[in-house]
């Protein structure tokens, strides 16, 4: 082959490899495109779902307006229950009077309101009916504390968990206006979930907002007529996994690509991640913890069944304000008021395989419940051996998938079971002095009543290992 005709063939294949690399590029704005639009689709048909399973019981005098009934903003929110929280003196002092400084922009108000009280002029929360199986009769969760909701709250704390603080002090810079709202277009969750019947009981699902991933399409409408500011807790979407353990999972034969949850042989997994934040329904939450049962007689660990006696709301309540240096008084003044978004993590639901068949009694489910451990999660240290249940888990659950079953990884965002990393590394430095043994143990907590799910087949533990 002369100069010239091998110079034509470099050139060949250069203009080849580049028509290849724009095909490429061309099927991945595709792809993205493509997935937009699935986005929008199941937002939309998660809002028709939503409603048509509680469209047998929309009460005769209540007028849809596109899945939202008029009651919704007509109802008034039962005070019966503020009866139970009485205002101390020093609350009401707070109430009659409060600092007034001057702000160094314009904001709704120059009064720093320190509480709120039912029955307050101006205050008219939107109703809340935490269990309820029409959405529009339940109502969304409204918390923000912006021009136009402050007084329609029906939740305490602030959105985004523990992430509220940072919100507070870029608002406090300057970087965000106070009175800032999110744009929601083109973030309709990637996955279509639910309405379940677990959904419909309020002793079910407690610490989380089961339509937190449909609040701003679900309740569109009163955004758009009152301007409330309605944000989601649940936000969904699709991704790769690559973690390096995998790849020598799939060359030890643990895992088989199929091209479709395990996508090749370098161990690159698709998923299904959900992000929840926590949204406590505090009756349900007295509940759950058992505040104010006491055991019959006898010493507390002497005894494994407990005769009910009552369930103290007010108990967890004054706990939770007192607690928190007072950071939120109106879990005292304000009794009508049962929900609490506390400035907590949250957690990361991994799925693996089809969505929908998490909630399918006919298939399996392989369930992985872990508490975050930045440590060995993320940095590999031998202090610990929680990563390596982790790849285990997400192995399991991987493997479910491919048989046709279900396969999920719960991540909760609470170092050392929620004690956090300080008292996590003096737990160590004991255990390395022999002075304390820790039993660890794995719960199944309601996150997977959330997706639909009954129970668990099987529970990925490092007892399985």
Same mark, same amino acid.
């Given at each position: ?61 209540? &007028? ?19 009866? #139970? ?27 720093? &309101? ?5 029955? /307050?002029?101006?205050?008219? =929360? ?63 969750? #990637? ?8 959904? #419909? ?9 089961? @339509? ?19 944000? =989601? ?44 934040? =926590? ?121 479910? #998938? /491919? ?60 007892? @399985?290992?």
């Amino acid at each position: 082959m002369d100069t010239d005709s091998r110079t034509e063939h470099a050139v060949s294949l250069a203009d080849v490899l580049a028509a290849v690399k724009s095909l490429h590029n061309d099927h991945q704005q595709l792809t993205s495109m493509v997935e937009s639009i699935n986005g929008h689709v199941d937002a939309l048909a998660g809002v028709q779902r939503a409603n048509e399973a509680a469209a047998n019981k929309l009460p005769s005098d209540t &007028i849809t307006l596109n899945g939202v009934t008029s009651l919704l903003s007509e109802q008034k929110p039962d005070n019966s229950a503020a009866s #139970a929280f009485p205002v101390t003196e020093a609350a009401q002092d707070a109430k009659e009077s409060a600092i007034t400084l001057t702000p160094k922009r314009s904001t709704a108000t120059s009064r720093i &309101i320190l509480t709120t009280y039912p029955g /307050q002029v101006g205050i008219d =929360p939107v109703v809340m009916n935490w269990g309820h199986k029409d959405p529009s009769q339940r109502g969304p969760v409204v918390v923000s504390r912006g021009h136009g909701t402050l007084r329609r709250r029906n939740a305490i704390g602030a959105h985004g968990g523990s992430y509220a603080i940072y919100n507070a002090l870029a608002i406090a810079i300057n970087d965000l206006k106070v009175d800032h709202k999110p744009d929601f277009t083109n973030t309709d969750p #990637a996955a279509n979930i639910g309405p379940f019947p677990q959904w #419909a009981d309020p002793k079910k699902i407690v610490s989380m907002d089961p @339509l937190g991933h449909l609040a701003p399409w679900i309740f569109n409408e009163m955004i758009t007529r009152e301007g409330l500011d309605i944000r =989601p807790t649940i936000a969904i979407t699709k991704a790769h996994m690559k973690l390096p353990e995998l790849e020598q999972s799939v060359k030890s034969g643990r895992l088989v690509p199929d091209g479709k949850i395990c996508l090749n042989r370098s161990g690159e997994l698709a998923v299904t991640k959900f992000a929840v934040e =926590p949204v406590w329904y505090l009756p349900g939450v007295a509940e759950r913890f058992g505040i104010g049962i006491f055991p019959k007689s006898g010493p507390l660990s002497t005894f494994l069944t407990f005769a009910p006696i009552s369930t103290d709301e007010g108990t967890l309540r004054r706990a939770l304000f007192e607690n928190t240096g007072g950071s939120f008084p109106e879990l005292i003044t304000r009794g009508d008021i049962k929900l609490f978004l506390p400035p907590i993590g949250g957690l990361t639901v991994y799925c693996f395989g089809d969505p929908a068949k998490m909630s399918d009694p006919n298939v399996r489910l392989a369930l992985r419940v872990h508490d975050e451990c930045n440590g060995s999660d993320v940095f590999g240290s031998d202090i610990c051996t929680c990563r390596p249940y982790l790849i285990f888990g997400v192995e399991e659950a991987v493997k479910e #998938a /491919q048989k046709g079953g279900s396969g999920v990884v719960i991540y909760f965002r609470k170092e050392g079971r929620a004690l956090g990393e300080v008292t996590k590394y003096l737990v160590y430095n004991a255990r390395k002095s022999n002075e304390l043994s820790v039993n660890i143990a794995y719960t199944e907590l309601e996150a997977d009543l959330a997706l639909g799910k009954r129970g668990t087949d099987r529970m990925v533990t490092e007892a @399985l290992q």
